[in-house]
């Protein structure tokens, strides 16, 4: 699109953007929240909240679908019917109050450690895509290499915190063997923390295993170093996939997303109230069994939140409800001492386009303000989930740096030393040359990379290129100066070992593997 300027008298200049010759590639410490957080919900609402999960768990129940479950609740006296087990609320949160409110995360390089829970958060890339828009901007199914470039980018992007897993899914490999090859490239191309795939109870034991080598024998029984995400079947079921999924982590002290899965107005009510009371029923009743299967488990409080559109039945995101629900379940969280996860910069559009910038800056906000731990999906989420956008990824990273800088509260440490610079210029003058501006301004204002904010005579002299094109051009130059940082060569044998192991052990297959 070709814009011209009309009606300014402002001069082309050179651009004022401040580029350093070497970028800091340096992850950010996890976020301590520091602003004041949106809590819609007051006491009488939270313990009605409450209540009604209760209800639920007590006197409906939930779906156990797996046999080893239904016994491990027998176990601990629930009352079990056929496949559903009937939760009594003091059951329920005598077996939360061992979650841990707080842990460290511990990733390949010590510096990339995470404080996490209570004011602590994170920022981890979306997930799951089954197509990409690269670095052409063009819409197609994702390789190996393509996975291996995004964690590249998260690597090297300071706001994203972990490499997550599989962010794209490689469709050159086998679905039954693909889970090694995601770790692998997870473990690789990134020292930050990871995810690690639940698609099966095999397929988390080989995760585990793989940690187990990158980590040295035992390290993990008491330090956690990867997620698993074990999805709910709203409404009211837990499957045994994600239960076995999730019995490999706890088992091995690793935390667990308990995520159920909403779409609101689909397999919720067509409310928000009563669809958080559904969702906070199913979420505890997931908390409770990870301490089933290993009392003082790190576990934290999941979800995916949708609303459904009337219209087509298509799932929406950036809608109000959604915000509103986002801070329900942060105060709910709260109220359990629990950490919880949610969804961030998430999007129906197809392109990156205005509604993709709208969506996801909504979204965004309300995550930020609703205090949420685990912030996933934060960078890449376009046409809802079904690809993963380079360009969008990028840019995403960088809104999550700018929303980090906000949630940081006000900074006061210069504060006298502000007031004198005052003083200093009085009426009429002005602050560029002044030394308290020359040692705050790298940190005083965020500095974006990727918005433009000169005239539009600059804008055009320099091409008038727009955001999923400087994006783009971004993504490659980072690509360029990437630097792998390596795995001991004892170890990364192993790892390629065990994967060459393993994939002869698992038929190549277009299913997920259960049985090897």
Not at 108 to 116: E, I
Not at 130 to 154: C, I, M, Q
Not at 336 to 344: A, F, L
Request: proline share 5%; net charge neutral.
């Amino acid at each position: 699109m070709t814009v011209q300027a009309v009606g300014t008298t402002r001069k082309g200049r050179s651009s004022r953007r401040l580029k350093s010759q070497t970028r800091n590639f340096k992850m950010l410490p996890g976020l301590r929240h520091r602003l004041p957080l949106t809590e819609p919900l007051d006491p009488d609402q939270i313990q009605r909240i409450d209540n009604a999960s209760m209800d639920i768990l007590e006197n409906t129940g939930i779906h156990f679908r797996d046999k080893t479950a239904l016994k491990d609740w027998k176990s601990v006296g629930a009352k079990i019917v056929g496949e559903t087990v009937f939760l009594d609320r003091y059951l329920v949160k005598d077996l939360i109050k061992s979650i841990p409110e707080t842990f460290t995360y511990h990733a390949r390089n010590k510096k990339n450690n995470l404080d996490f829970g209570k004011n602590y958060c994170m920022f981890v890339p979306m997930t799951g895509a089954p197509y990409l828009r690269d670095l052409e901007d063009k819409r197609r199914n994702p390789t190996l290499d393509d996975l291996a470039n995004f964690h590249k980018l998260s690597h090297m992007l300071p706001a994203m915190h972990s490499s997550a897993h599989h962010i794209v899914e490689p469709y050159d490999h086998p679905i039954s063997q693909r889970h090694l090859r995601i770790t692998y490239s997870s473990m690789r191309y990134s020292d930050k923390t990871f995810m690690g795939m639940t698609t099966s109870p095999k397929n988390a034991e080989d995760v585990i295993k793989m940690c187990d080598i990158l980590f040295g024998p035992n390290f993990i029984d008491d330090h956690p170093v990867v997620t698993g995400n074990c999805n709910g079947n709203s409404p009211l079921v837990w499957d045994e996939t994600m239960l076995g999924a999730m019995r490999a982590f706890c088992k091995r002290n690793q935390p667990v997303l308990c995520s159920p899965f909403v779409l609101g107005g689909a397999n919720t009510p067509a409310s928000v109230a009563p669809t958080v009371a559904q969702l906070n029923a199913e979420a505890l009743s997931a908390l409770a069994y990870t301490q089933v299967i290993k009392k003082g488990a790190p576990a934290i409080y999941g979800h995916y939140l949708s609303t459904v559109s009337m219209k087509s039945g298509a799932p929406m995101a950036g809608t109000p409800e959604i915000s509103l629900m986002n801070f329900m379940i942060g105060q709910m969280a709260r109220h359990y001492k629990v950490p919880w996860r949610t969804s961030n910069t998430l999007g129906g559009a197809k392109t990156f386009d205005a509604q993709a910038g709208y969506e996801s800056a909504t979204t965004l906000m309300a995550v930020i303000m609703s205090g949420a731990n685990y912030i996933w999906h934060s960078a890449g989420w376009n046409e809802a989930g079904m690809h993963c956008s380079t360009a969008k990824f990028i840019v995403d990273a960088e809104q999550c740096a700018m929303a980090y800088r906000m949630a940081e509260g006000i900074n006061w440490d210069d504060f006298d030393q502000g007031l004198k610079a005052v003083n200093d210029i009085g009426p009429g003058g002005h602050y560029l040359g002044h030394p308290h501006t020359l040692e705050n301004f790298q940190r005083a204002f965020f500095m974006p990379e990727l918005f433009d904010n000169n005239s539009i005579e600059q804008w055009q002299a320099e091409g008038s290129i727009e955001i999923t094109e400087r994006a783009l051009k971004y993504a490659n130059s980072l690509l360029a100066d990437y630097e792998e940082p390596k795995i001991d060569a004892a170890i990364n044998e192993e790892l390629l070992n065990f994967i060459e192991l393993r994939e002869s052990q698992i038929p190549a297959a277009d299913s997920l593997n259960q049985e090897y």
